[in-house]
């Protein structure tokens, strides 16, 4: 089964790249800059169901607010570029 991974950056741009098996922790990885950290209430991107990762330490590292995933400043803002791992079928 593909995977696929999505990198959402905080300018809103996408990159998608497709592996035949699950992707690398060091392709993730270089994809957030840094060690990655699920974030386990963004359960779906665009209709389909994923894990999704973030920089752990993006807030220290002063990366930028991805508003397209913050839920708003008040509730767990998330910085820096954000990962979509999807299982296709």
Not at 46 to 68: F, M, Q, S, T, V
Request: glycine share 8%; net charge negative.
């Amino acid at each position: 089964m593909p995977y696929v991974l999505i990198t959402l950056k905080p300018d809103g741009t996408e990159e998608k790249k497709v592996y035949s098996k699950r992707p690398p922790l060091s392709d993730m990885q270089a994809a957030v800059g840094g060690l990655i950290e699920q974030i386990p209430w963004i359960t779906t991107y665009k209709g389909e169901k994923c894990i999704a990762y973030c920089n752990e330490d993006g807030i220290g590292l002063e990366l930028p607010e991805n508003y397209h995933v913050s839920l708003g400043p008040w509730l767990n803002p998330i910085y820096g570029n954000v990962i979509f791992e999807i299982k296709r079928r």
